[in-house]
């Protein structure tokens, strides 16, 4: 992998090669490991370049190295000297085995626990960053132009290799399970020891892929399972007919650790949610395998203890009333606040969705069925008109189809979390502003856990919205409503064919009232459009909105008039002109 940005590294070292790196490491160092992380610069190759890289190892690796190694790899018993004290000594064998190699060992569960393991990630992380930027450095003192490879291939970074396996038979688009036992099908390609993973067992889906005329194989869902403790797996490499798929990625890359006692079925079985696909002729008699960089017996800490969510306080909320039709003015929102029992010590999340179930018996909420919500639209059991218990759904926008001029709630956001330490979280709907009258609607939410360990406390898991409509003032006999103009009526029948939340001619989807109000071309511009007559009974036409004018002749071009792809009958008109100058109002 080249680095071809490498220089964006630099804000991570201070001073360019001169670094001197902290590290979290066991124990105090001894005296030889001072020195070889102290301050002094000291001559150690004839090469000018290769005398700074070398100073820079000094104070970067060979530290860590001598903290964690030296017990093996310092004079013996472990093969290379990347930990003696002697600089020159140890710089020789480190850029012999690699970078890569040596820090990958160093984080290893398996390799030599409590010297090396996972536990180690975050420093070896920093090493390699500020290393890659090293080496830049000797490129470019070198005349290169600072780039830096990797220089181990799949191949190289193979340890062990599992027993090939013939593809099963299967028809198109058919899917068949690999398995194989890792008693008897693993075995070393390097002198690291097959670890006895007593009982495991891993498994592949392989799928017959037809596109067309193209056959492809499609590799997912590694799974291991049946073990007796806990495994780490990293990077899987993936052979067909012994060769190797070197463009695949999907796996090389996996690194994760599987508890004990997983089961095939259970998701925590599932090393990696990719999937690889592999071109090429299809033979009866082809066969898969798969190559591991690592695979290990490790240690999976327990799980931190659960946190309980609830919702916090009120948690039923009576919509706001109408609303501002202002542009500017704040939204109409309704904010909920949840409360997990204790700080977490780790990252959980949570989600929340719309419970749809159906309301009451019949939609009549009453003490014992919704009694919050029947306390806010019935106070003291008295209902103030006769409908008022009677409750629907509330409904959003859902997708390009549906009447966007008759929605209840729009959602925010629906998945959030809590960091470590954090407690208290809020979330808001928005609610509509319409003042249409109709039943009577509640929103009801549904908390649910998300990643982490967290669980929801059941009797506290639902919060609710009421939409108090039925208390609307019912329009005037004769006046026309956007309910009637958008319900089969004039708008939707001459307008939405263009005026649509697909095409928005003119930068609006008639449908969707806010959207209208809010253009800066004053499509709709409620209360200003007017109609007077003065004592000769001519009509005085005082027009605004957009939509208005471009129904008008004296105050647009014939070719420009509205409806565009039809026209309107006096009575259509007459709805149109009735709606927009008694206010316009999203009723």
Not at 81 to 104: H, L, P
Not at 337 to 365: H, M, Q
Not at 515 to 532: A, C, E, W, Y
Not at 539 to 562: D, G, H, N
């Amino acid at each position: 992998m080249k680095f071809n940005t490498i220089k964006r590294l630099a804000v991570l070292v201070i001073a360019g090669s001169f670094l001197t790196v902290a590290f979290n490491n066991c124990g105090k160092p001894k005296a030889n490991e001072e020195e070889a992380s102290s301050g002094s610069y000291a001559k150690l190759s004839d090469e000018p370049c290769e005398d700074q890289l070398m100073n820079f190892y000094s104070r970067s690796y060979q530290p860590f190295l001598l903290t964690n190694c030296s017990s093996c790899h310092s004079t013996g018993p472990g093969k290379g000297q990347i930990a003696n004290k002697d600089t020159q000594v140890s710089y020789k064998d480190f850029m012999q085995i690699g970078y890569s190699k040596v820090s990958a060992n160093a984080i290893s569960d398996g390799h030599n626990i409590p010297y090396s393991g996972s536990h180690h990630t975050q420093t070896i992380n920093d090493l390699k960053i500020t290393w890659i930027k090293a080496l830049s450095e000797y490129d470019l003192c070198l005349g290169g132009n600072g780039e830096v490879q990797e220089v181990l291939t799949i191949k190289q970074r193979a340890t062990f290799a599992l027993t090939p396996k013939t593809i099963p038979t299967m028809g198109d688009n058919e899917e068949r399970r690999v398995e194989f036992t890792l008693a008897s099908d693993l075995s070393q390609l390097k002198d690291t020891p097959v670890p006895n993973l007593y009982g495991a067992k891993m498994s592949f889906m392989v799928r017959k892929v037809l596109k067309g005329t193209d056959r492809t194989y499609s590799i997912h869902s590694p799974r291991l399972y049946g073990a007796t403790q806990d495994i780490r797996v990293k990077g899987i490499f993936t052979k067909i007919n012994g060769r190797y798929i070197q463009y695949s990625t999907n796996f090389v890359f996996a690194d994760s650790k599987i508890a004990k006692n997983s089961t095939e079925a259970s998701a925590a079985s599932l090393i990696s949610t990719g999937a690889l696909t592999i071109a090429g002729a299809m033979f009866p008699d082809d066969t898969i395998s798969f190559d591991f960089e690592l695979l290990e017996k490790t240690e999976i800490p327990p799980p931190p203890p659960p946190v309980f969510l609830s919702f916090d306080g009120t948690k039923t909320f009576l919509a706001p009333a109408g609303g501002s039709i202002d542009p500017v003015a704040p939204p109409n929102e309704v904010t909920f606040t949840v409360r997990l029992d204790k700080p977490s010590t780790e990252v959980v999340t949570f989600t929340y969705s719309i419970d749809t179930t159906a309301i009451c018996n019949g939609g009549t909420v009453n003490a014992s069925c919704l009694p919050d919500v029947y306390s806010l639209l019935c106070p003291g059991g008295n209902c103030p008109h006769a409908n008022s218990a009677k409750v629907g759904l509330a409904r959003s926008v859902v997708g390009a189809s549906f009447n966007r001029f008759d929605w209840d709630y729009k959602l925010n956001g629906t998945s959030f979390s809590f960091e470590p330490g954090e407690v208290v979280k809020s979330f808001t709907v928005r609610t509509s502003k319409d003042i249409r009258y109709e039943e009577n609607k509640v929103l009801t939410i549904k908390l649910e856990a998300g990643i982490g360990n967290i669980q929801v406390v059941a009797a506290n898991s639902l919060g609710r919205i009421v939409y108090n409509k039925i208390m609307n003032p019912v329009p005037s006999n004769g006046q026309m409503t956007y309910t009637k103009l958008m319900n089969g009526g004039t708008l939707d029948k001459t307008c939405t064919e263009c005026h649509n939340s697909t095409k928005r001619d003119g930068g609006y989807d008639i449908r969707d009232y806010e959207l209208m109000i809010s253009s800066n071309k004053q499509i709709l511009v409620p209360g200003q459009d007017k109609v007077v007559y003065d004592a000769s009974y001519n009509k005085i036409v005082t027009a605004v909105s957009l939509m208005y004018r471009r129904t008008l002749p004296q105050f647009t071009p014939e070719s420009l008039l509205m409806p565009r792809l039809k026209t309107l009958t006096p009575a259509e008109y007459n709805d149109v002109e009735n709606w927009l100058t008694n206010g316009a109002k999203n009723n």
